[in-house]
């Protein structure tokens, strides 16, 4: 309590983790830590910093006779082990070896003169514990493998059991956080303290993980999603991952106020996808600036407008915010528009726009009447054709309003929408294989789409950031009447990719998009 501090555990589950995972893994949190806002003020520690003290504590347990080095193989410890809590596991043959003896083979371990698995240096506890992690755990393993702080210096590496409880005790903890999987590794952790000459005492405390639909929480998974290829990377829109969610347009506030609402749970409990998304929305709402796109487009004719002429409408950049002005956005004779905003055959209670149908406004511009459409022989919209009110420009807002974009400035733009990448709400559930669960539409891919010409200004000088523009958030603007958007950091183009931020509708799925000028090479890349 009352200091930040960041431990990298990059001496735990050692085994797995010294081989799989490096200097990328461990500054990547600490920049997700700065993107929050939670830079630690209590110093940054490396768990391999007390890689010395470990084994000095471990020769220490070896001559008090609370360790010793074991021969027998993990296969062998565990059939010894047995899965019965009410029956003592069987001893070890070599359980009795002499301090003498044990602290010898350790020496020899460290020295590298056994191959790995041949030696486990496992504490002396109590065979007939009803708690499993109390029956003799290994805590030293050799593993021939370069650490990526130390390199070859060390052989062997402390179990988590072992230098978790150190490495907080040496560091003055008071209250070590983590979650209810290791509630039972409880009294191992409390018998390390107690056992070792540790200046503090810290005390181990359980909460739940976090649990969130529709998708997993589970390293282990989403590591076997990015080394599958199921997914681009740790960083995928799609992912639950902070790189992942911060590309996809979260902001470190949306994320704060997630967790702010949720709280800590002591029980296991699922929290809805939706909850975060509207933690998002609401931010955005407030902050992100409006331009607007059109992602399925449709030209619109205004028949009666001069060819010749163009005009400058300017539109608000935030409503929320009106001291943040407006912008100038350009129009003419043709215009793009949704292609669901019309429709050659009303339906009940449409109100948009139809043959000889009601007036609609063009956001900031003028009222409109359709008088017709052009259709291709498979009967797909080709044109609709409108006719304008000249004294109705700027006015009153009457019937619907449509937002479009000037045929003569657009800028062509791929839009992504993604989705959730699992159709089922809980993918790790019981009798479930997660990957049987993966959604094959998590993400849609819309081309020759339109957007503002100024939004090339802005890709622009997001763009030039370099590396620096992925510690961050990317600029979100809010496409009227569609939804969230950002630029992605991942891409280098004209206009640089934007990834989902959220929609507009608690129900609508989520997008980003980026300029079609790449959008052909990209599309010979494998890319889901």
Not at 265 to 271: D, H, L
Not at 349 to 363: D, F
Request: charged content about 30%; aromatic content about 10%; overall charge negative.
């Amino acid at each position: 309590y009352n200091r930040k501090k960041l431990n990298s555990e990059d001496s735990k589950k050692v085994a797995k983790r010294v081989t799989r995972e490096g200097e990328e893994y461990v500054n990547s949190i600490i920049e997700d830590l700065h993107w929050l806002g939670a830079d630690p003020n209590g110093g940054i520690f490396y768990g391999s910093d007390y890689f010395d003290k470990c084994y000095e504590y471990a020769e220490k347990l070896i001559l008090e006779g609370k360790a010793y080095v074991d021969d027998l193989t993990r296969d062998e410890m565990r059939e010894y082990r047995g899965s019965d809590a009410g029956k003592p596991s069987r001893p070890s043959p070599w359980r009795d070896r002499t301090p003498e003896e044990n602290l010898d083979l350790f020496r020899r371990m460290r020295a590298g003169e056994f191959k790995e698995g041949e030696k486990t240096l496992r504490a002396k506890i109590d065979l007939a514990s009803p708690n499993m992690n109390m029956r003799d755990p290994a805590i030293y393993r050799i593993k021939y493998a370069e650490h990526h702080r130390q390199g070859n210096k060390w052989c062997i590496y402390p179990m988590y059991d072992f230098a978790h409880p150190i490495q907080d005790a040496l560091e003055g903890i008071t209250h070590s956080l983590c979650s209810l999987e290791f509630e039972a590794h409880r009294p191992l952790y409390d018998w390390v303290v107690n056992n070792v000459s540790v200046p503090n005492h810290p005390r181990q405390i359980e909460f739940a993980r976090l649990g969130i639909d529709h998708t997993v929480m589970s390293k282990r998974k989403l590591r076997q999603l990015v080394e599958q290829n199921y997914v681009s990377g740790w960083d995928d829109p799609r992912m639950p991952t902070l790189c992942g969610l911060r590309r996809r347009g979260y902001t470190s506030h949306s994320i704060r106020d997630f967790c702010e609402r949720i709280g800590v749970a002591k029980s296991a409990n699922t929290v809805e996808y939706a909850l975060l998304e509207h933690c998002l929305r609401e931010d955005l709402n407030d902050t992100a600036e409006r331009t607007m796109a059109v992602l399925r487009p449709v030209k619109l004719v205004i028949t009666n407008y001069p060819e010749d002429k163009t005009e400058t409408f300017e539109v608000e950049n935030n409503p929320v915010h009106p001291e943040q002005g407006t912008h100038p956005v350009t129009f003419s004779r043709e215009v793009w528009i949704e292609a669901e905003d019309f429709l050659p055959e009303p339906i009940p209670k449409y109100k948009r726009l139809y043959p000889n149908g009601p007036e609609c406004r063009l956001k900031g511009a003028y009222l409109i009447t359709c008088t017709g459409c052009k259709q291709a022989a498979d009967g797909s919209i080709e044109e609709i054709y409108a006719t304008y009110d000249p004294d109705s420009r700027g006015g009153e807002v009457k019937g619907a309003t449509i937002h479009w974009v000037d045929s003569k400035t657009a800028v062509d733009a791929e839009v992504r929408l993604y989705g959730n990448l699992f159709s089922d709400a809980q993918p790790d559930g019981p009798d479930k294989n997660f990957l049987d669960c993966l959604n094959p539409d998590s993400l849609q891919v819309l081309t020759g789409c339109k957007v503002e010409a100024a939004l090339v200004e802005e890709a622009k000088k997001y763009d030039a950031e370099g590396e620096g523009r992925m510690a961050h958030t990317a600029p979100g603007f809010q496409f009227m009447r569609v939804g969230y958007f950002c630029m992605d950091s991942r891409e280098r183009t004209f206009i640089s990719p934007f990834g989902a931020g959220g929609s507009l509708q608690p129900d609508a799925g989520f997008c980003g998009i980026r300029s079609s000028d790449t959008a052909r090479s990209s599309a010979r890349r494998h890319r889901l």
